[in-house]
């Protein structure tokens, strides 16, 4: 069992940053690909970034690439969303979650274990 806890949230004006924390706890971060997911009110969660146990490998949706990173810290058994030049459009409820695959994954179902997510609004 993992327990995971996000933080970082909040609102900021487009064009600003935000850096979400995942922190994890009951196992080490290592055991797991990790990943990003969103949910915009009325819309179902979707991907938006997934980086490998080693930290090597990394993946993004189409929508976010270019101004976010996503970044592992072993010794801190945390995982890291870095977002820049946010938009209206980022805003959503953004969750972690952990997957115990071979490979990263964008698909929700890969994933065993998520947090309770973290609020980001982004104004224009």
């Known amino acids: 069992q993992v327990q995971l806890v996000e933080s970082g949230g909040g609102l900021v004006q487009a064009g600003g940053s935000l850096r979400l924390s995942c922190a994890a706890s009951?196992?080490?971060?290592?055991?797991?690909?990790m990943g990003w997911f969103r949910q915009a009110p009325g819309k179902e969660r979707e991907f938006v970034a997934a980086?490998?146990?080693?930290?090597?490998?990394?993946n993004y949706a189409d929508s976010v690439k270019g101004r976010f990173t996503i970044s592992r810290d072993t010794g801190k058994n945390t995982v890291y969303l870095q977002m820049n030049s946010l938009k209206p459009e980022d805003t959503a409820i953004y969750y972690c979650?952990?997957?115990?695959?071979?490979?990263?994954?964008?698909?929700?179902?890969?994933?065993?274990?998520w947090g309770q997510g973290t609020q980001v609004t982004v104004s224009s």
């Open positions: 980086i490998s146990r080693s930290g090597r490998s990394t």
């Open positions: 979650a952990a997957d115990l695959s071979v490979t990263i994954s964008q698909r929700l179902g890969s994933y065993d274990y």
């Open positions: 009951g196992r080490t971060l290592f055991s797991f690909n």
